[in-house]
Structure formats: structure tokens, C-alpha cells
């Protein structure tokens, strides 16, 4: 079975239970941040094990369904808990999901993420905007492409929409809400960054670093799907000299989840607007 037979076998069986329902705005729940999938009225839950071909969760904070219903008035589809790389699957089993979300029809993709902060700026809890990305892990559009999706060499000049960064802007300011703006890198994990390499993502001008979230960005746009994109600080950058300092991944859960409130009432004003 080809990589376009297994997308459409899994959106076939996911339209067959939603029933006619599109979503408009699909979300990406990172880890500890499947707080927002709380606000959505009227869910509809779909683990993703029930689905054709479809990769399953292994990460913490990462429960592994799909959430449907309505969110600020708007019909939306949440992944709450995203699949990585890191976990063993090829990009190909780690994009599927927003695959599936462009065959359901979505005209938005709202992704999030923990992140370490490598601007010394940052402390933990902070929310930062995505507005660019660094990629290091293997590009998803590897292979044959997908002319029913995009083309072969797709533009990725604003690869985070600029009206919707304005947008979060705008609703951040009147919520009296302190948002950071920066570049997230991606590298493959799972391990966590050591010292040196943190000072290497700073020096080559990356804000936020994490193992996630840019593999599907990279697809949704191959779609051309616009994206906005926020990152919760975790953790922040450790000097090698403090013998210490450990970072924990229950830590980075919990504090992600300390955030999530605030993002969440981010996204939600942000789609009643759209």
C-alpha cells in the first residue's frame, strides 16, 4: 500500500465517524498542553489505535486521540497528543495526521509545543510565538511527492502566517497577555540539548528548541494551509559549570501545564475571530 492509499484509507474511516461534519481549524496539542481539549463543547473522541494505518502516541502528556467539536463557535479537529520522530516512526507516519486533516478540509492549523528556551531572556512559563523555524531533523517532503497536495518545491518564505501572528498580537495585547516572538529549532531528540549545544542554537539565532512541531508545519504549508505556531518555555538554557542542574521530562509536562491556561484562551479568542 502506497503512502497516498494509507492517507486516504484513514481519512475514508475518520469522515465515516464524523458523519458529514468539517472541521475549519485543526490544533496540535503538545506535551502537557491537551488542557484546550477540555474546552471543546460537544466532543467527539477518536483514539488514534481505532484508526486504519495510524500511528499511535508513545511520548508523555501525550494521550493520543483525536478531538472533535466545536471551539470559539468554530467546528475544529484536535490532536491531543502529537507522534514523533524520536518515537521510531518515519515522517511519513509522523506527518499522516495532517494529511488527514487537509483530506477533512481544515483552512487553519494551530500547532503548539514545550519547549527549552535558549534566548536568555526567557524564563518558564513564557509563551512565544513562533515566526520561523529552524529544521533538523529530515524534511517530511522526502520522496516522491504528493502532487495532490503540493507541489514538489514548496515556498516556505512565511512558513508562520503573518496575519494570524498579528492576530495573537492584537487579542495578547487586549488580554493583557506578555507574549514572546522567536525562532524554534528542531531537532530529532529525545535526548535533552546538552550545554554546548544550547550555546550552538543561540549562536545560529534560535529562541526555542524542541523535538517536534516543525515536521508538520513544513506538510501543512506543503498544503498551503496557513499555521500559527506557540511554544510554552519549559526550560530555560543550564550553564555546564552548574554540576546540578538536570532537566526532567515530568518537569517540562508540569510546567507546560502551569501555561496552558493562558494559551488556551489565546487559541480560543484567536479562532472566534477567524
Known sequence: MSFLDNIKLADEYVQHVLDGRKPAVGIVLGSGLDRLADEIEDPLVLPYKRIPGFPVSTAIGHKGNFI????????????????????????????????????????????????????????????????????????????????????????????????????????????????RKGVYIACSGPTYETPAEYKFFRTIGGDAVGMSTVPEVIVARHSSIPVFGMS???????????????????????????????????????????
Do not use: C, W
Not at 518558564?124 to 511527492?145: A, F, K
Not at 507546560?256 to 489565546?266: G, H, Y
Open 68 to 179: 472533535f467539536g466545536k471551539l470559539g463557535g468554530k467546528t475544529v479537529v484536535a490532536m491531543q497528543g502529537r507522534i514523533h520522530y524520536y518515537e521510531g516512526y518515519g515522517m511519513n507516519q509522523v506527518t499522516l495526521p495532517i494529511r488527514v486533516m487537509k483530506m477533512m478540509g481544515i483552512e487553519y492549523l494551530f500547532v503548539s509545543n514545550a519547549a527549552g528556551g535558549t534566548n536568555p531572556d526567557y524564563k518558564v512559563g513564557d509563551l512565544m510565538i513562533i515566526r520561523d523555524h529552524i529544521n533538523m531533523m529530515p524534511n517530511p517532503l522526502i520522496g516522491p511527492n504528493l502532487e495532490e497536495f503540493g507541489p514538489r518545491f514548496p515556498d516556505m518564505t512565511r512558513p508562520y502566517d503573518p496575519g494570524l501572528i498579528r492576530l495573537a498580537e492584537t487579542i495578547a495585547s487586549e488580554m493583557g497577555l506578555t507574549l
Open 232 to 274: 510554552v518555555i519549559t526550560d530555560v538554557a543550564h550553564d555546564a559549570e552548574d554540576e546540578n542542574y538536570v532537566i526532567d521530562g515530568e518537569k517540562v509536562v508540569k510546567a507546560a501545564n502551569a501555561a496552558a491556561d493562558k494559551m488556551t484562551a489565546l487559541f480560543k479568542e484567536m479562532i472566534t475571530r477567524l
